[in-house]
């Protein structure tokens, strides 16, 4: 069986500062991870993913996220944001070769104010 | 580029009424999945679909029925639309069993009244 904790449901910044979305999980077995985002009256997206290799993973816009293993948790950073950058985002589980049903996070709302 | 389709962006049924939902994905993908997604709630999953006639049961299938008779295409059944299935109805694919992300059409509103 496998959760996804997402602990903020909405994030008020400013734009340009630094933010943090928070997200952790628990898994019986070793996971792909995967952050998803998406813009209003849209499907989602992926933003970036981990699935093996460097624990820090990038996006083309400048978002990032690591991989924490003792922590079980997959953080997504951005050390400036932009307007453009408000979303829902979503972080997602899924285990390797085990149920290939991912398991979604329940979404935080980032809202960057100008 | 992976692209899924649904066949409306907005819908409005009326409550007993027979709705179908469709989804068409053009790269051959053989998982499909339904989900809907309720503010604070996230996106739970109704049905999937590893395979051509194959379905299984997600967390929520009371209320829907799917059907997948050919690869490209998973359709989204409400046999009796009732007010609380009201709500944002997502599709998306994935290559296989062994995949990784899943694509996203870009949902479905449904509002029955």
């Known amino acids: 069986a496998q959760s996804v904790t997402q602990l903020d449901s909405q994030v008020p910044v400013f734009e340009e500062a630094p933010v943090e979305l928070r997200c952790n999980y628990s898994?019986?077995?070793?996971?792909?991870l995967f952050w998803y985002v998406q813009y209003p009256n849209q499907g989602l997206q992926l933003l970036l993913k981990?699935?093996?290799?460097?624990?820090l993973v990038e996006s083309i816009n400048g978002f990032e996220a690591e991989f924490n293993k003792s922590q079980t948790s997959f953080h997504l950073r951005k050390p400036s944001v932009h307007i453009s950058d408000t979303a829902e985002y979503f972080c997602?589980?899924?285990?390797?070769?085990?149920?290939?049903?991912?398991?979604f996070g329940r979404g935080t709302s980032l809202i960057v104010h100008p | 580029d992976v692209k899924v389709t649904q066949s409306s962006r907005y819908l409005v049924k009326r409550t007993g009424e027979k709705v179908f939902l469709e989804c068409v994905q053009d790269m051959d993908h053989e998982n499909m999945f339904w989900y809907r997604q309720d503010p604070g709630l996230g996106l739970r999953l109704i049905y999937f679909?590893?395979?051509?006639?194959?379905?299984e049961k997600g967390d929520i299938p009371e209320g829907y029925s799917v059907s997948r008779e050919k690869k490209e295409r998973f359709s989204l059944i409400l046999e009796s639309a009732s007010t609380n299935q009201t709500s944002m109805y997502l599709c998306a694919s994935r290559e296989g069993t062994f995949g990784y992300e899943q694509y996203f059409g870009p949902g479905t509103r449904l509002t029955v009244t």
């Open positions: 981990y699935l093996s290799g460097s624990t």
């Open positions: 679909s590893y395979d051509v006639k194959m379905k």
């Open positions: 898994s019986s077995v070793s996971v792909y």
């Open positions: 997602a589980v899924k285990g390797r070769g085990g149920s290939y049903i991912p398991t």
